[in-house]
């Protein structure tokens, strides 16, 4: 290949790479991938997590799945939206993890807004995996019920953290208990800890969320049950 042909091949294989990269340079769009690392949802429901009009949020989608990075399945006149390949949440991860690492903003943030967190000691995936063999601890999944469902940690009870002070008399309080939401930057798992130890229980939160768990092929299980 001489240098021309190389030169015209090196700048189409970059642009290329780089309509992955635009479509994520975007913070709507990273937080609508790390939402649908839960599962698929509706078009409706991932403007209200979002905090966005239903216009927006279709314009965001497109823009995702022009990078073939989300795909839709249509149900009547709903659309549903589900990230394309498990690669899509590894670029995400390794995007969220960089950042935490090298941006010291996300630090100072995480501080501001989860300032409990540093109090609690944290359980990590490898700990939980060997606590669940041993069958001593309770995993508790607090994130939305549509979420528990779509996909949880095996062996895990659903009990979303809204419904957490009002149900708190359905666990033993003689048992760990080891909380999980949708990933470090979610704060459910942390209320729930901080709630469940006022109450007295032995509780800590799980230091990833059930997409990061997954993508380590430990188990999960699908629909209502356990």
Not at 49 to 61: E, F, P
């Amino acid at each position: 290949m001489n240098s021309k042909k190389h030169r015209e091949f090196k700048d189409a294989l970059f642009q290329q790479l780089a309509r992955a990269a635009k479509a994520l340079a975007n913070p709507h769009r990273l937080e609508i991938v790390d939402l649908l690392a839960q599962g698929e949802r509706s078009v409706e429901d991932i403007a209200e997590q979002c905090g966005m009009s239903i216009a927006n949020t279709s314009q965001h989608l497109q823009e995702l799945r022009a990078a073939l990075l989300v795909k839709v399945r249509k149900a009547g006149l709903r659309s549903f939206y589900s990230l394309s390949e498990a690669t899509v949440f590894s670029a995400w991860q390794a995007i969220r993890d960089l950042g935490q690492q090298q941006l010291s903003e996300i630090d100072r943030l995480l501080k501001t807004y989860v300032s409990e967190r540093e109090q609690f000691e944290s359980v990590s995936a490898d700990e939980l995996m060997r606590r669940i063999k041993q069958d001593d601890v309770v995993v508790l999944d607090v994130r939305p019920r549509g979420e528990f469902e779509a996909g949880h940690i095996r062996g895990a009870l659903s009990l979303p953290v809204q419904e957490l002070r009002r149900r708190i008399s359905e666990l033993d309080p003689r048992s760990e208990i080891i909380a999980y939401c949708r990933g470090p930057f979610c704060v459910f798992a942390d209320e729930a800890v901080s709630l469940l130890r006022k109450r007295g229980f032995q509780a800590r939160r799980l230091d990833v969320g059930l997409p990061d768990w997954k993508a380590g092929g430990r188990p999960t299980s699908v629909g209502t049950g356990h």
